[in-house]
């Protein structure tokens, strides 16, 4: 494995997961010979989960995993705390071989520093709020009072103060989830897997939860591995978002580099109908100020100035107010680049000059 950088908390490397007796020789049998996931299961009557998957996530990122139902997003990321055996591949977290921990202290990385919060929390119905919240700490054998003092802290962080006693049969699907995050957070952990947590949820609630998640992961700076199959999700709350198809993944990239550089049909088809208004930045689509052409008399000195990182959102607002192209400007306020009408057009219609 080749040395990660210090700033990766996660760090995968061709992992492969193939369910199934013969395992082995399927997986030899799609290197050799590019078999298919069907293939695979006519010839050897087995299932590709993931297929040589390879990633790292960097000290407080929100990385999203995104595919469709069956792609292997979710066995991909339960991988990262051994719930599944990989078939081949190599495995880091917080530095950590996590292949080759033995099965004590393979728990008290999933106790201590890996949270997870699942889809359907699965709340113990006859605890109240308090005590689901408090469930991780009891398990590692933390006193009454600090179980009690840590709980109320993540309810405040969740905005359930006032709910501890209740039970989780007396609260709303959104509430419950709260409850799930604030259970996961209790222990205080590194990382965080949250494995589709919203989907089920009304839309609103929903955008109110990820509204919440980010507003905690920037305080919190947790490492996160969010899965979604949404990508108006993965893009709202992803730092970096990776896509799948049939267990491989076909694209890492930023929300802007995803919406605007797809790799291929599969992805061009997810990102189409997607607005860019708000992911595509100026400087991916200035023309370098060495090499804009203004129009015959037209001086640049007095035209609007905008930060090289506006979104075209912003952009068409400053666009509209004035007759001249937009400069662009680096961190020091230097000159880089220009935006005229037609440059912005064309950024609103594919992403790019």
Avoid at 206 to 232: A, E, G, P, W, Y
Avoid at 236 to 242: F, H, S, Y
Avoid at 301 to 309: E, L, Q
């Amino acid at each position: 494995m080749k040395k990660p950088n210090a700033n990766d908390v996660i760090v995968l490397e061709h992992v492969w997961k193939i369910f199934g007796e013969d395992s082995q020789i399927a997986m030899q049998a799609v290197k050799d010979r590019g078999l298919s996931k069907n293939d695979v299961l006519k010839e050897f009557n087995c299932v590709v989960g993931i297929a040589d998957c390879s990633f790292s996530v960097k000290r407080g990122e929100v990385f999203c995993i995104m595919g469709l139902s069956g792609s292997g997003k979710s066995t991909l990321v339960r991988h990262l705390n051994r719930l599944i055996e990989p078939t081949a591949g190599q495995i880091h977290v917080l530095d950590r071989d996590i292949l080759s921990l033995n099965d004590a202290d393979l728990r008290a990385i999933r106790a201590k520093e890996i949270g997870m919060v699942f889809q359907h929390m699965a709340l113990l119905p006859h605890r109240t709020v308090r005590d689901n919240v408090a469930f991780p700490l009891q398990i590692r054998g933390a006193s009454k009072a600090i179980r009690w003092e840590t709980s109320q802290k993540c309810l405040q962080m969740v905005d359930l103060e006032g709910y501890e006693d209740r039970f989780p049969s007396e609260l709303s699907g959104g509430m419950q989830q709260r409850v799930g995050l604030a259970r996961a957070l209790a222990s205080d952990p590194e990382v965080l897997l949250m494995d589709e947590p919203f989907s089920a949820l009304d839309p609103l609630i929903r955008r109110q939860l990820q509204d919440q998640f980010m507003q905690l992961s920037q305080q919190l700076q947790k490492t996160t591995v969010f899965i979604t199959h949404d990508l108006d999700e993965a893009i709202r709350i992803g730092d970096r978002i990776a896509i799948m198809k049939d267990g491989r993944i076909v694209q890492i990239g930023t929300p802007e580099e995803i919406v605007t550089k797809p790799v291929d049909d599969y992805v061009r088809d997810f990102v189409d109908g997607i607005s860019k208004l708000k992911l595509v930045y100026a400087h991916s689509i200035m023309v370098p100020i060495e090499k804009f052409k203004p129009p015959r008399g037209q001086k640049l000195d007095k035209a609007p100035r905008a930060y090289h990182g506006a979104s075209l959102d912003e952009l068409i607002d400053i666009s509209v107010s004035s007759d001249k192209p937009v400069v662009i400007q680096d961190d020091k306020g230097k000159d880089i680049g220009v935006v005229d009408k037609p440059t912005l057009l064309k950024g609103i219609q594919g992403g790019k000059a």
